[in-house]
């Protein structure tokens, strides 16, 4: 448990609603990202912050914007949301806490959208 | 670019088996690699890491995988499944540099039956 919590953990929206997700870590980790989970595609990056207000774009970026305002919160935001978003979201912070080597991410429990 | 395959979509073995789970991976240079475990409705736990030195490195629940550059392989092996190791098991590679981009394989999904 790397202290991370996902807020809300299951939602259902509408097309064309906003919708923010959000991922709080409590242990100052500087790097967190996000990802999406779909059947057939395994994990793929969102985005990603390296601090506060320092943030990049992952391989499907294209729909999703975020903000970091403080170390301890991501945010993920869907400006409209659609049903190709449908997806399991998580969160991740790096961090070095498990033994020597590059430091490792570690997983939130995942936020579960539908888009209707 | 880096990328990961893991050809094995489901794989079924009899508990008390062994366990091969194939992984290869595309990078340039020395990879980071990793393999994580996911449990249904959860999120993902790390299973082991690789990043440099001994090739066989040893994880959690018993799990080990192998590290060989000639083949880009990086396989998870256990050498007796049990049935609480139903799961799907994720590939990882990241670059150098501290492994801002870690890029995932599809997955296998593993079916324990007694």
């Known amino acids: 448990d790397a202290g991370i919590t996902q807020s809300p953990r299951h939602k259902v929206t509408e097309t064309g609603t906003p919708v923010t997700l959000r991922c709080h870590q409590t242990e100052n980790h500087r790097y967190m990202y996000w990802y999406r989970q779909d059947p057939g595609h395994g994990l793929r990056l969102i985005h990603y912050s390296y601090g506060v207000k320092d943030t990049d774009k992952g391989e499907v970026s294209d729909g999703y914007s975020v903000s970091r305002s403080k170390t301890e919160d991501f945010l993920l935001t869907l400006e409209s949301a659609t049903s190709s978003q449908t997806s399991v979201y998580f969160c991740?912070?790096?961090?070095?806490?498990?033994?020597?080597?590059?430091?490792?991410?570690?997983f939130g429990p995942g936020t579960r959208l539908l888009v209707l | 670019a880096q990328s990961v395959t893991q050809p094995d979509i489901h794989i079924t073995v009899s508990e008390g088996a062994s366990l091969e789970l194939r992984c290869n991976y595309s990078?340039?240079?020395?990879?980071?690699l990793f393999w994580y475990v996911q449990s249904p409705g959860q999120g993902l736990q790390l299973l082991l890491k690789y990043f440099s030195g001994d090739t066989l490195v040893q994880g959690i629940k018993g799990f080990e995988a192998e590290f060989k550059r000639s083949q880009s392989s990086f396989n998870l092996r256990k050498p007796s499944v049990h049935w609480s190791d139903a799961a799907e098991y994720f590939c990882a590679v990241a670059g150098d540099f501290g492994n801002e981009k870690l890029t995932f394989g599809t997955g296998t999904r593993l079916t324990i039956i007694p």
């Open positions: 991740a912070i790096r961090s070095r806490t498990s033994g020597p080597g590059p430091e490792t991410q570690y």
């Open positions: 990078y340039g240079a020395t990879p980071y």
